[in-house]
């Protein structure tokens, strides 16, 4: 099912995604909330986590329920 989530990335000086993210060798300057797109593979209700694959790199995060909203498909 597709959502959009908020999760918080490291980012270098210029506000891009940084660190493990990031072929460019900067310093991680912070940290930045971003909102993604994705697709929801696996929900554990008992922990309330889903294990979201994202849109753009496709890779793999666990996200808590309160940070996901589906996209209503027509």
Do not use: H, Q
């Not at 971003?34 to 929900?43: A, L």
């Amino acid at each position: 099912m597709k959502c959009t989530y908020k999760k918080k990335f490291p980012v270098d000086e210029f506000g891009r995604l940084g660190g493990l993210y990031s072929l460019a060798d900067l310093p991680i300057a912070g940290y930045k909330i971003f909102e993604r797109t994705g697709v929801i593979r696996v929900r554990d209700k008992s922990s309330k986590l889903y294990k979201i694959i994202d849109d753009e790199n496709g890779m793999e995060y666990v996200v808590p329920f309160r940070n996901v909203k589906w996209i209503e498909e027509k």
